[in-house]
């Protein structure tokens, strides 16, 4: 059963960087795309960004400047920053996956983390 | 970016009703929407890609359809399960892909 898992701090002070990991277990994390979305409270989903093995990237243009994504193969995990935080990056944050054909249909997510970003 | 828009954003049904849902683009995406299920606390799950096609595991009680601007979601015959919040997205037009602000489905 594949299975994703975020991990990382719940809270955050503002200007600082949240940092969140997504482990993969059960599948191979290679040829796949690995997304990133957000949810604030009492708002809509929000796509963050994703990334391939490969390297290759895209990321929400409103957020690409604060945005970095990168992947461990061999540890089957990737992972998310994102720098200069406020208090509108708190969310629940969801890591998810899409196929080398859909890379932005999600077939699988984690249950989601909760961030806040706080002093 | 592509707004989508769902109608309604809450609606109370019963267990064995028909209940259809609206995604409305603001622009044409062809047939590139999908619909997700999301339950509180649990990990959303994709219902519907493409417009129509039913991922595999999902039962067949739900259906979708549409193409250009205009799509929807139909539950055929509500269970207890089904009550969650479902959300439409587009993955035509990127970056970035959008979602819909999600309508809750209540008893």
């Known amino acids: 059963q594949v299975q994703l898992q975020e991990s990382g701090p719940g809270l955050v002070k503002p200007s600082e960087t949240l940092s969140l990991t997504c482990t993969v277990s059960?599948?191979?994390?290679?040829?796949?795309?690995w997304s990133w979305i957000r949810q604030p409270p009492k708002k809509g989903l929000e796509w963050i960004g994703y990334?391939?093995?490969?390297?290759?990237?895209d990321y929400n243009p409103s957020l690409r400047s604060r945005v970095t994504m990168s992947v461990d193969t061999s540890k089957s995990r990737f992972s998310l920053k994102l720098n200069s935080v406020s208090a509108a990056d708190t969310a629940v944050y969801y890591c998810?996956?899409?196929?080398?054909?859909?890379?932005?249909?999600?077939?699988?997510w984690g249950q989601g983390t909760l961030v806040t970003v706080s002093s | 970016d592509i707004q989508m828009t769902q109608s309604p954003s809450s609606l109370s049904a019963s267990v064995g009703d028909r209940v259809t849902i609206t995604c409305r683009a603001s622009?044409?995406?062809?047939?590139?929407l999908n619909w997700y299920q999301h339950k509180l606390g649990e990990a959303p799950k994709l219902l519907i890609y493409?417009?129509?096609n039913l991922q595999s595991g999902v039962p067949s009680r739900f259906s979708g359809s549409g193409s250009g601007t205009d799509f929807t979601l139909t539950i055929s015959s509500l269970q207890p399960e089904d009550f969650a919040t479902y959300y439409c997205?587009?993955?035509?037009?990127?970056?970035?892909?959008?979602f819909g602000q999600g309508t809750r489905l209540e008893i």
């Open positions: 059960g599948a191979s994390i290679i040829s796949y795309y």
């Open positions: 493409t417009a129509s």
């Open positions: 997205q587009q993955s035509y037009s990127t970056p970035p892909t959008t």
């Open positions: 998810a996956r899409g196929s080398m054909t859909q890379p932005r249909t999600f077939d699988l």
């Open positions: 990334m391939h093995n490969s390297g290759n990237t």
């Open positions: 622009q044409s995406i062809a047939n590139f």
